[in-house]
């Protein structure tokens, strides 16, 4: 079995960077550059985190603004991107928590019990799954599966496997450790199969996991 | 190796990180447990489904009328602090 591959184009650093330092002497033409670099990315992080549209349209332009305002303090450290994505987590994160005040909001939540990932559905797929639907319900169908997860999971599993992130970015960008971001992914992913499969898998039952 | 140790070490599998060794005992338990390689085949499937799904995609005009309010609030604020 192959491993996945990560399909998401690195952008030249040295060409983030330059921008960044136009836009630090103030360049806006440069810092409307970097927007459009990356306004989607932030978008597709915030709906994921947030699960709402509207929220994640303020974010993006909190996050930009944001990093507009406080672009002298970037140390140039990390890659501008890290970085943006951290504010844009944040700013999901409190978006998140003043719209559902009764449950506490961290990316610290963990895991109730050491195996409440662990498979119970082993059933297989169908061959080709995502054609067993047409766009619209497959989107519905991620959409609703996604939902589901705590948000540090969801928060977890866009940046590393939707956009793209390296372990170590992810980590930075969320104020983790490596460990805590592998055992967060783990559990995201291995949730998102097992309830992705009430859909996609085929109709005869396994025998459980040994 | 046991299932239990396997799922510990799938994300790192899957992510192609493991060295020579492990990852060969991992080859190994999915050529005879079968449960395992439905996991692996299918948490790999989940990933790239969501992966390649162009979930949350920002429309076009959506994306303009950010743009520019945007920029209108970074040229208020480079005003109300030159």
Not at chain 1, 88 to 100: F, T
Not at chain 2, 43 to 70: F, G, H, M, V
Request: aromatic share 8%; net charge neutral.
């Amino acid at each position: 079995m192959n491993t996945i591959e990560n399909k998401v184009a690195a952008v030249p650093v040295t060409e983030e960077l330059s921008l960044v330092r136009a836009a630090k002497q103030g360049d806006d033409a440069a810092f409307e550059e970097l927007v459009r670099r990356y306004d989607r990315n932030v978008f597709r992080i915030a709906q994921h985190i947030t699960q709402n549209r509207e929220d994640a349209e303020d974010v993006v332009q909190e996050a930009f603004l944001k990093a507009y305002g406080n672009l002298a303090k970037f140390q140039e450290q990390s890659k501008f991107y890290t970085w943006l994505v951290r504010i844009a987590v944040n700013e999901a994160l409190m978006k998140l928590r003043r719209r559902r005040p009764e449950r506490t909001v961290s990316l610290d939540e963990d895991i109730k019990t050491e195996d409440d990932s662990l498979p119970r559905e082993i059933a297989d797929w169908s061959p080709n799954p995502e054609q067993l639907y047409n766009q619209s319900e497959l989107r519905e169908i991620l959409s609703k599966t996604i939902q589901g997860l705590p948000p540090g999971f969801r928060t977890v599993f866009v940046l590393r496997d939707v956009e793209g992130l390296s372990t170590e970015e992810t980590a930075a960008a969320l104020d983790l450790s490596v460990p805590a971001v592998k055992s967060r992914l783990l559990r995201a992913r291995l949730q998102l199969r097992e309830r992705l499969g009430r859909y996609f898998q085929k109709r005869e039952s396994g025998d459980g996991i040994q | 190796m046991k299932c239990a140790e396997f799922l510990q070490e799938l994300t790192n599998y899957l992510d192609g990180v493991l060295d020579q060794k492990t990852k060969g005992e991992l080859e190994n338990h999915l050529s005879w447990c079968h449960n395992c390689y439905v996991v692996c085949d299918t948490t790999k499937k989940t990933i790239e489904i969501y992966r390649d799904s162009q979930l949350y995609e920002l429309p076009e005009d959506l994306r303009s009328r950010l743009r520019s309010a945007i920029m209108t609030k970074c040229q208020e604020h480079k005003k109300a602090r030159p």
